[in-house]
């Protein structure tokens, strides 16, 4: 039985995208032969969007397993699919975007990425890769201007067919605009019933960026995380009620506020669940009940804050208006 094709959004660059894509960061990461397993098994139950990043080390196993759905014939052409990547923080240097884009392709072994995002509004010193780096003193003020100009760059040479960014709050998207010859096609924000983020989707929805979902089950990889989606109460008593699973409740919810979803299982079964929630819909009491939902941001990024920094506080990193 072929699997039931997964709703797009039209993105402001004219291209569309998969509204649920399957994430691939993971602490630990599988071996590289289990995680191409992996995506192959989304591959056959539906899935053609799949967010990787440099960070990740995940972008070799993805091309891995592009390559073998199209020998198994489980795509037929490179535009069946959608594939994003992002810049990590220590290429966000004018410079060293283009060869970092270069360097995620080849890791891909694609001609282009279908998205390409700057990871987070921060820049870190070249020499500072890898999770074990991401420490406070290693972060040094971001060039937004320089690190856009250079992702434009990445666009007109039709190495990445939309950009955008991550992680950017109202104020930083409104620099970005005023500087952008090219708008940002979409902002990937945490996002879930428990971080709903209410003000940023209503801001990027005036201005034509669609808003992609990270972590909207609450837990993000294996090192940190919360069971403040997947152990609500609300939820819980909604999925009971509709014989759905709580995970399928969220991205519905996540479905009908108009975003899409980077939704992470590498259980092939609970992969199946995630992207069966496109032929029901929640209803209006239902709907109301997740205003009730605690709000708590689960990712606090206090590693990117310090007093000698070019972020002194988390209120700058995110935003957050006085």
């Not at 020998?71 to 220590?90: A, N, P, Q, V, Y």
């Not at 983020?197 to 034509?208: A, H, T």
């Not at 759905?244 to 479905?255: D, E, F, H, P, T």
């Amino acid at each position: 039985m072929e699997a039931k094709k997964i709703p797009e959004v039209m993105l402001n660059s004219g291209h569309k995208m998969p509204l649920i894509g399957l994430g691939t960061a993971s602490l630990p990461q599988p071996p590289q032969e289990a995680l191409t397993s992996i995506i192959i098994d989304a591959f056959e139950v539906g899935y053609r969007h799949f967010d990787s990043a440099s960070l990740y080390e995940s972008e070799e196993a993805l091309g891995k397993a592009v390559s073998k759905a199209l020998e198994l014939g489980l795509i037929k052409r490179r535009d069946e699919i959608f594939i994003t990547s992002k810049l990590w923080t220590t290429d966000s240097h004018h410079d060293l975007v283009l060869p970092a884009l270069k360097t995620s392709l080849q890791k891909l072994g694609l001609e282009y990425v279908d998205l390409y995002l700057i990871h987070w509004p921060v820049r870190m010193k070249p020499e500072a890769k890898g999770y074990e780096n991401m420490v406070k003193e290693n972060v040094i003020p971001f060039d937004m201007k320089g690190t856009w100009e250079a992702m434009e760059e990445c666009y007109r040479l039709g190495l990445a067919k939309s950009i955008g960014v991550s992680n950017f709050g109202i104020k930083k998207l409104t620099q970005l605009l005023e500087i952008a010859s090219i708008p940002p096609a979409v902002n990937q924000v945490e996002m879930s019933p428990s971080w709903q983020q209410g003000k940023l989707r209503e801001f990027c929805k005036q201005k034509g960026i669609h808003v992609s979902a990270w972590s909207p089950l609450g837990a993000y990889k294996n090192s940190y995380g919360s069971n403040a989606v997947m152990e609500n109460p609300i939820l819980m008593q909604i999925a009971s009620a509709r014989q759905k699973s709580v995970a399928q409740i969220a991205l519905r919810w996540i479905y009908e506020q108009g975003a899409s979803a980077i939704a992470k299982s590498f259980n092939k079964e609970r992969m199946k669940q995630n992207i069966q929630i496109f032929d029901w819909e929640l209803s209006q009491e239902e709907s109301e009940k997740f205003s009730q939902i605690p709000q708590h941001r689960m990712f606090s990024g206090e590693m990117f804050v310090s007093e000698n920094g070019p972020y002194k506080s988390l209120d700058e990193l995110w935003d957050v208006e006085p």
